[in-house]
Each structure stands twice: as C-alpha cells, then as structure tokens.
C-alpha cells in the first residue's frame, strides 16, 4: 500500500475493515486485507494461476452513483474481463461495520498486477485488491 495517497484516511481504513467476497452461495471465498486465504490458495492451484484481483466499477472515487450507472459500469467491466479471456468470480465488498451498501463485483483469475490497476483506474476507482501467489490480500491505493 502506497504511503502518500489522495485517497482520505477513513476511506482507507474502511477499505481495509471490508470483506471481500467471492461467490453468492454458503461457500464463498472471504478476503480480507493482509490476512492468508487457505481457500483462495486451494483456487489458484486448481485453477494453474499465482494471482487474481478483486476489481468494482461501483460508485468511482467512493462517491454513490444511482444503480443505473454502477449496473452500466458493472457490465462494461465483465465485458472488459470477458474481452482479455480471464475467468471471473463475481462478489461483492461489503463492510464489516458499515452502512455503505454493498459493491458488485469480479474476482479475476491470473489478472497481473499493472493490468488490474490499470482496470481500477478506467473506473474511477480509489483502490483495488489484488492478491499474489501467497493469498494475502493487497489494499492497492490507486490516488
């Protein structure tokens, strides 16, 4: 995580208190910053990849937009993970103590790290996820 950033202290700190979900079923993948994912680990074998990351097109810059437009944003990143082939797990971010409503997202397979930013970017967004071959989870300042 970059030390100087744009991006204000709480919304930091929420990011960082958010569980990061993959899957809508009783067996979803929970991520949370700098904390090992056995589960998340156990996927990147079975699936031959060392790294993915957990991206949203919802509200850019923390700032509620109307459902419309994170549903159009939304659609313009599946296309967008569709396009490069990569296999994708849809979530969401949800805080642990926060009313902030939850942010559909994608979890993609062996997404590099410069591509994910560079997704992350396209949408406006303060920060991504991003996780290596070690399954820690990564809070990304993109500001």
Request: net charge negative; hydrophobic share 40%.
């Amino acid at each position: 995580m970059s030390e100087t950033t744009q991006v204000h202290p709480d919304k930091v700190r929420a990011y960082l208190a958010t569980d990061y979900g993959l899957g809508h079923t009783e067996h979803d993948i929970i991520l949370n910053i700098g904390v090992r994912s056995e589960p998340l680990a156990a996927l990147f074998t079975s699936s031959g990849v060392a790294c993915g990351a957990f991206l949203t097109a919802y509200n850019p810059r923390g700032a509620i937009q109307s459902d419309e437009a994170n549903d159009r944003g939304h659609a313009e990143l599946a296309a967008m993970l569709r396009d490069q082939g990569l296999q994708v797990i849809e979530g969401s971010g949800k805080g642990k103590r926060s009313k902030w409503p939850a942010e559909m997202s994608y979890f993609a397979l062996d997404l590099r790290l410069d591509a994910a930013k560079q997704l992350g970017r396209h949408f406006d967004q303060d920060a991504i996820v991003w996780v290596g071959a070690d399954a820690v989870p990564q809070l990304i300042l993109l500001r």
